[in-house]
């Protein structure tokens, strides 16, 4: 098992920047790609972005790209999300995901592809 434990949501106005961290803890860290996905209110939960177990690949959701940025350190068991340049339509529950695979720079894009969820932190972007 891993837990997932999701920090740093809040309230933010438009143009602001957040930084949200998850804390992994039960397994090797460094054995699992990490994803952020999100959901806002009436929608399906989407897919944000992702980073591999190296932490040398990543991918991001065109909605994303150029604002925000994913990174990870093995040593400390964490991944970040840094949000910048906050729209709106970024607000979101925002979920942290684990994801284990034997390839070092597979970047995981899917739900499916997910082992373990956080339970969610809430951003919230006011105009």
């Known amino acids: 098992q891993v837990q997932l434990v999701e920090s740093g949501g809040g309230l933010v106005q438009a143009g602001g920047s957040l930084r949200l961290s998850c804390a992994a803890s039960?397994?090797?860290?460094?054995?699992?790609?990490m994803g952020w996905f999100r959901q806002a209110p009436g929608k399906e939960r989407e897919f944000v972005t992702a980073?591999?177990?190296?932490?040398?690949?990543?991918y991001y959701a065109d909605s994303v790209k150029g604002r925000f940025t994913i990174s990870r350190d093995n040593a400390k068991n964490t991944v970040c999300l840094q949000m910048n340049s906050l729209k709106p339509e970024d607000t979101a529950v925002y979920y942290c995901?684990?994801?284990?695979?034997?390839?070092?720079?597979?970047?995981?894009?899917?739900?499916?592809?997910?082992?373990?969820w956080g339970q969610g932190t809430q951003v919230t972007v006011s105009s």
């Open positions: 995901a684990a994801g284990h695979f034997p390839l070092m720079n597979h970047v995981p894009r899917t739900e499916r592809e997910y082992n373990y």
């Open positions: 039960g397994r090797t860290f460094s054995n699992y790609a």
């Open positions: 980073i591999s177990r190296s932490g040398i690949s990543t």
